[in-house]
T-cell receptor, first 113, second 115 residues
Framework: IAGITQAPTSQILAAGRRMTLRCTQD?????MYWYRQDLGLGLRLIHY???????GKGEVPDGYSVSRANTDDFPLTLASAVPSQTSVYFC????????????FGSGTRLTVV | GQSLEQPSEVTAVEGAIVQINCTYQ??????LSWYQQHDGGAPTFLSY????GLEETGRFSSFLSRSDSYGYLLLQELQMKDSASYFC????????????????FGKGTKLSVKP
C-alpha cells in the first residue's frame, strides 16, 4: 500500500441497501476526509476526522456516517442508499499542518439504482 | 458561508501561457490551494498560498491577494498533458478548537490544450 487505498473501485447498489466505502492510508496522517464529486458541483466535503477518535460534519453530511477507530482507516457508510447519492467518492488525508496539501485516493464510483 | 468562483472552461494552445482565476468569499480564511485532476483520476495537490504574493513551482505559479480575496494559477509553456480540470480550494478556520480547518473546493476549471 502506498498512499490511500479505496475500495471498492466501483459499485452498483440498489436503493435502500446499506453500503460501506473503505479507505485506508499508510502515511500516518492525522486528518482524513470524505468528499463526493458530482459533475458541475466540484468536490464537496461529507465528513472529516482531525485525529483518531474524532469526526465532524462537512457540507453535505446527511445520509452518511463515518468512524475513526484508528489512524489508518476511515470508512464511510450509507445507511440506506438513495439515487441522489450516486457520485464519485474520494477519500483524502493530510498531515493537518495547514499547508493545504491533501493526498487523495483513486475514488469509488457509486451508482444507486 | 463559503463560496468560490472560477471559470468553468478555458482553452489554450500548446506552448502558450494561461491564467485561471479564483475569487472567494469565506470567513476564517487560512490559505488558497490549487489541485489538478485528469479525467477519471484523483485530484493532486499543486500549490498553497497562505501569504500575499507569487509562489513558483516549475512551469506552474500561484498568486494570492488576501485583500482582494483573489488568486490565480498560472501555467506556462503549456503541454498537452496539462489538459485537466483545475480546482482552487480555500482552507478555512476550524469551527472548533484543535482542528486544522478544512478545504472547501471551487467547481473547477476545465483546461483544454490544443496543438
Amino acid at each position: 500500500i502506498a498512499g490511500i487505498t479505496q475500495a471498492p473501485t466501483s459499485q452498483i447498489l440498489a436503493a435502500g441497501r446499506r453500503m460501506t466505502l473503505r479507505c485506508t492510508q499508510d502515511m500516518r496522517h492525522n486528518a482524513m476526509y470524505w468528499y463526493r464529486q458530482d459533475l458541475g458541483l466540484g468536490l464537496r466535503l461529507i465528513h472529516y476526522s482531525n485525529t483518531a477518535g474524532t469526526t465532524g460534519k462537512g457540507e453535505v453530511p446527511d445520509g452518511y456516517s463515518v468512524s475513526r477507530a484508528n489512524t489508518d482507516d476511515f470508512p464511510l457508510t450509507l445507511a440506506s442508499a438513495v439515487p441522489s447519492q450516486t457520485s464519485v467518492y474520494f477519500c483524502a488525508s493530510s498531515e493537518g499542518d495547514r499547508t493545504g496539501g491533501y493526498t487523495f485516493g483513486s475514488g469509488t464510483r457509486l451508482t444507486v439504482v | 458561508g463559503q463560496s468560490l468562483e472560477q471559470p468553468s472552461e478555458v482553452t489554450a494552445v500548446e506552448g502558450a501561457i494561461v491564467q485561471i482565476n479564483c475569487t472567494y468569499q469565506t470567513s476564517g480564511f487560512y490559505g488558497l490551494s490549487w489541485y489538478q485532476q485528469h479525467d477519471g483520476g484523483a485530484p493532486t495537490f499543486l500549490s498553497y498560498n497562505a501569504l500575499d504574493g507569487l509562489e513558483e513551482t516549475g512551469r506552474f505559479s500561484s498568486f494570492l491577494s488576501r485583500s482582494d480575496s483573489y488568486g490565480y494559477l498560472l501555467l506556462q509553456e503549456l503541454q498537452m498533458k496539462d489538459s485537466a480540470s483545475y480546482f482552487c480550494a480555500v482552507r478555512v478556520r476550524p469551527s472548533f478548537r484543535g482542528s486544522q480547518g478544512n478545504l472547501i473546493f471551487g467547481k473547477g476549471t476545465k483546461l483544454s490544450v490544443k496543438p
